[in-house]
């Protein structure tokens, strides 16, 4: 089946830790984006890629970081430096022919 | 990014007619979006419209545009339990990524 798959599904950490939220995508897809949602907030965009080993900052990059070393792999990495990380992660990604973005099913990050 | 601003919350009857509307400020706006979202998952792109269209309709689900107010809306018709959700609309902007709105939770009631 061709998607976009994250995991893990939930995601426990103790404040102070640096987590690493995988995304991978077997569409062939060229661009993928990071998002992070909050409840009554809608979603910003944290990093972008529009191409293997490019990637931009989003509204509200502060406190994480991206690698693309695979088209198919956009992992997040949420620091210790991000004060308020608790929120669930979407990742999506598109084909730049007409940019239509599919998500997959998202990732639960709780600090405790 | 631009603005895009949705109600927070409808309620309709089941069978009833759902209207969802979305206002976006950019001009330069070349597609928009309305995506759902059930609990707990990610979002599902259920259609869109390119900006020179005024009207798109698929099933049970017709996109009106209407570029000079920069009014979106999406109608369900015949709108069924398994309807209820939140849905977002999105623009999205040449050269970078969606603009969200903060999504309205449509619940429907038997």
């Known amino acids: 089946d061709g998607g976009i798959t994250q995991s893990p599904k939930y995601l426990f950490r103790k404040e102070g830790q640096n987590v690493t939220l995988s995304c991978e995508q077997n569409l062939n897809h060229d661009a993928m984006y990071w998002y992070r949602q909050d409840p009554g907030q809608g979603l910003r965009l944290i990093y972008y890629s529009q191409i293997v080993n490019d990637f931009q900052k989003g509204d509200i990059a502060e406190g994480y970081s991206v690698s693309r070393e695979k088209k198919e792999s956009f992992p997040l990495t949420v620091t210790s430096a991000q004060k308020n990380p608790t929120a669930f992660y979407l990742c999506?990604?598109?084909?730049?022919?007409?940019?239509?973005?599919?998500f997959g099913p998202g990732t639960r990050l709780t600090v405790l | 990014g631009e603005d895009v601003e949705q109600s927070l919350f409808l309620s309709v009857r089941e069978g009833d007619s759902s209207v969802i509307n979305c206002t976006y400020t950019d001009s330069s706006s070349t597609y928009l979006y309305w995506y759902k979202q059930e609990p707990g998952a990610g979002l599902q792109l259920l259609t869109y419209?390119?900006?020179?269209?005024d009207m798109k309709q698929d099933q049970r689900l017709t996109v009106l545009l209407n570029k000079k107010d920069k009014h979106l809306s999406l109608r369900i018709a015949d709108t069924q339990t398994g309807d209820s959700a939140i849905y977002f609309c999105?623009?999205?902007?040449?050269?970078?990524?969606?603009?969200f709105g903060k999504g309205t939770s449509l619940l429907v009631t038997p």
């Open positions: 999105a623009d999205l902007v040449p050269g970078y990524a969606l603009n």
């Open positions: 419209i390119f900006s020179n269209m």
């Open positions: 999506a990604s598109s084909m730049p022919a007409t940019d239509t973005q599919y």
